[in-house]
């Protein structure tokens, strides 16, 4: 396909249901958290040691009759791990971003804009740069209900657009899996399958794309990861990771409270039965 042709083209893919997440999965607790959010250099070990280990101990108290003669049991364990997380914040860059969220920085109270879904928070604050020979150059993106548009000035200018439930499934696919890499890049073999071209691969076109939402914070997704962990501990009876997530999971619950400046609330609600 010649970029005349790329120019104006318009991809459409069967719609797909949208992947949610089965709460049902998440069997354990039900919660209702206060995220409070909060700038990330006032906020940095507020609890301190102390406090993590202290909340963990008392939340023990607060299991149900089927949990708590076992977590009663360790909770000498739960308190002394409640400070993992914190111990290991700066043995990798990708920990420190889980103990908080600037989510000040995305929207306003009740954050009718911020997605619920990680994947989705990504691919909405995410910059995505076409590379070619010596050039490279930002697309334009643009996110409506149904359709997610790429478009550019360049090569005569191209407008890609692409069915967003299609192109969600396909970012879990191949990008969620670079998540902890240095690199995201998207090949022109890559490009040519999402959107049904041979453009890319012929054209020597490459698409780096860089993740601006996780620097501000992840700590309500990576709890719903951490929880997804936890339930898997259980279906799989394995009390040693039982017993090291709870810990962390208090953590990161802990963090997910903490009341700093600028002031903004939001509740969340997980009914998990
Ligand atoms: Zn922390």
């Known amino acids: 396909m010649d970029a005349n042709k790329l120019k104006n083209s318009q991809y459409l893919v069967p719609?797909?249901?949208?992947?949610?997440?089965?709460?049902?999965?998440?069997?354990?607790?039900?919660?209702?958290?206060?995220?409070?959010?909060?700038?990330?250099?006032?906020?940095?070990?507020?609890?301190?040691?102390?406090?993590?280990?202290?909340?963990?101990?008392?939340?023990?108290?607060?299991?149900?009759?089927?949990?708590?003669?076992?977590?009663?049991?360790?909770?000498?364990?739960?308190?002394?791990?409640?400070?993992?997380?914190?111990?290991?914040?700066?043995?990798?860059?990708?920990?420190?971003?889980?103990?908080?969220?600037?989510?000040?920085?995305?929207?306003?109270?009740?954050?009718?804009?911020?997605?619920?879904?990680?994947?989705?928070?990504?691919?909405?604050?995410?910059?995505?740069m076409l590379i070619t020979g010596k050039d490279s150059v930002y697309f334009e993106k643009k996110i409506t209900n149904d359709s997610i548009f790429f478009t550019t000035d360049y090569i005569g200018g191209v407008i890609l657009r692409?069915?967003?439930?299609?192109?969600?499934?396909y970012w879990k696919k191949v990008v969620k899996p670079m998540y902890y890499e240095d690199e995201w890049r998207l090949s022109g073999y890559d490009l040519d399958e999402l959107f049904n071209t041979s453009y890319f691969r012929a054209n020597k076109v490459d698409v780096l794309i860089e993740d601006h939402f996780s620097e501000h914070g992840i700590v309500p997704y990576h709890l719903e990861a951490t929880l997804y962990k936890l339930t898997k501990a259980f279906e799989n009876k394995d009390k040693a990771t039982i017993l090291r997530i709870s810990a962390e999971f208090g953590h990161y619950i802990s963090d997910a409270h903490v009341l700093c400046t600028p002031l903004s609330i939001i509740t969340v609600n997980l009914q998990i039965r």
């Open 162 to 169: 692409m069915d967003y439930p299609t192109f969600v499934k």
């Open 15 to 128: 719609e797909l249901l949208r992947m949610k997440i089965n709460f049902k999965l998440l069997s354990l607790f039900s919660l209702t958290i206060i995220l409070l959010a909060f700038s990330k250099p006032v906020c940095d070990d507020v609890w301190g040691f102390y406090g993590h280990r202290l909340i963990n101990r008392m939340a023990v108290f607060t299991m149900p009759p089927e949990l708590i003669g076992f977590f009663k049991k360790n909770i000498d364990y739960m308190a002394e791990h409640a400070v993992d997380p914190d111990k290991r914040r700066y043995a990798t860059k990708h920990e420190g971003v889980r103990h908080y969220i600037d989510i000040d920085m995305w929207d306003k109270i009740p954050f009718p804009n911020v997605p619920r879904d990680f994947e989705e928070a990504i691919i909405k604050h995410c910059k995505v």
